[in-house]
């Protein structure tokens, strides 16, 4: 069987193929701990829910406009307009099927062959792999755990080229939970304008935030019209089964977008847009609940990775993921990460899933509970005094 060359340069997200082996393990009859899969344990909220059935008896099964029903698109650029402080239209809105088609479709409809593409490391492994598949070139700028995992603006500045096409950013981030300062955010603002640059800002974890306030990039000045804002439902309301998110652009690349969904999935589900009104506009008392939860618990995570020998951890500011620096045990962290999985039931990532700059480092994700955490840590405990 012969394939498109293109495929060798498409990679993969390791956390499906590290959660398909913890399932295979339990299978076997084998107890597992899951700290690898990035997605909320919460329920969806009922108000969610039942806007989805009432929008289902009521006829919402059928196609929609590619870019979305237009009462969504309105609520999406009312949502965004209020949240980041800048003024959105209707039609700089595309409903998509989940967030991650937005990443697909922007690097798809601006990045030509050659071009680059300035994105963080360690980093969500889809910004790469898109860039690859299209024959850009990925550039990666090294979050250093001295540095808070944020961007250092020198290498940044170096790291642009008359080629660059675009500067991926995500904040809070994945895998880190570090968060851009808006001084951060300024400099990206004027390297982008300096040198005529698409900022893809990835929010999707804009809610999730322990202290302060969410900024996104969109809103400094002259910052929106070359922006494109990933953000949807999946995270804040634990909704990563419905598949619905969006992309807020300037409206020539939101139309090029939409020819993208008609000719890749046509439209997304009627009836899930018609729950995301409600997500929006609904009672928000479950998500302030499901963060406060999600702190309680970086908070047991973190103390006890920093309370394991060898083990070295941050405080994250965001998102549902501690990064622990496991260098000083000298362990390749694919290495232990397998080891972990195979010999003590816990379920982690290693760094390098998340690119060249995650080795030396391991991903937690704290959705799960306290007990379940604290079972893990255990777990983890116990293995290293054996090693």
Request: hydrophobic share 40%.
């Amino acid at each position: 069987m012969r394939f498109a060359e293109r495929m060798k340069n498409l990679g993969t997200e390791t956390a499906f193929e590290v959660l398909a082996k913890a399932k295979a393990l339990e299978a076997e009859g084998k107890e597992v701990i899951h700290l690898e899969i990035g997605e909320p344990d919460f329920d969806t909220p009922k108000n969610i829910k039942e806007a989805a059935v009432k929008a289902l008896n009521e006829g919402y099964t059928h196609y929609t406009p590619s870019a979305g029903l237009m009462e969504a698109r309105e609520a999406v650029a009312k949502y965004v307009s209020q949240t980041r402080g800048i003024e959105v239209s209707p039609t700089e809105v595309v409903i998509t099927p989940g967030a991650k088609p937005i990443m697909f479709f922007a690097i798809i409809a601006l990045v030509d062959p050659g071009d680059e593409v300035v994105y963080p490391n360690p980093a969500y492994p889809i910004y790469e792999s898109v860039v690859n598949l299209v024959g850009g070139k990925p550039v990666p700028i090294h979050l250093r755990e001295e540095n808070d995992f944020r961007l250092d603006a020198d290498e940044l500045k170096a790291a642009i080229t008359p080629k660059t096409k675009m500067i991926i950013i995500n904040s809070p981030h994945n895998p880190t939970g570090g968060i851009l300062t808006k001084e951060d955010l300024e400099t990206i603002a004027n390297l982008a304008q300096e040198h005529d640059l698409w900022v893809l800002s990835d929010e999707i974890y804009s809610r999730i935030i322990y202290s302060g306030d969410h900024i996104s990039i969109a809103s400094l000045p002259d910052m929106k019209e070359r922006t494109i804002l990933l953000d949807g439902f999946s995270k804040t309301y634990a909704m990563t089964g419905w598949r619905i998110g969006y992309g807020v652009m300037e409206e020539s690349l939101s139309a090029k977008i939409a020819r993208l969904m008609t000719n890749c999935n046509s439209c997304t589900a009627a009836f899930t847009q018609v729950a995301g009104i409600e997500a929006l506009f609904g009672p928000q008392h479950d998500v302030e609940k499901m963060v406060a939860e999600f702190k309680r618990r970086r908070d047991v995570i973190v103390e006890g990775l920093n309370s394991i020998q060898g083990i070295s951890c941050k405080l994250p500011q965001g998102a549902f993921y501690a990064f622990p620096n496991i260098t000083s045990i000298g362990w390749n962290c694919k290495r232990l990460s397998d080891s972990l999985l195979q010999e003590a039931g816990v379920a982690v990532l290693p760094g390098t899933s998340f690119g060249i700059y995650g080795d030396g480092y391991l991903r937690l994700s704290y959705a799960n509970s306290v007990e379940n955490i604290k079972k893990g840590l255990e777990r983890i405990k116990d293995f290293m005094a054996k090693i």
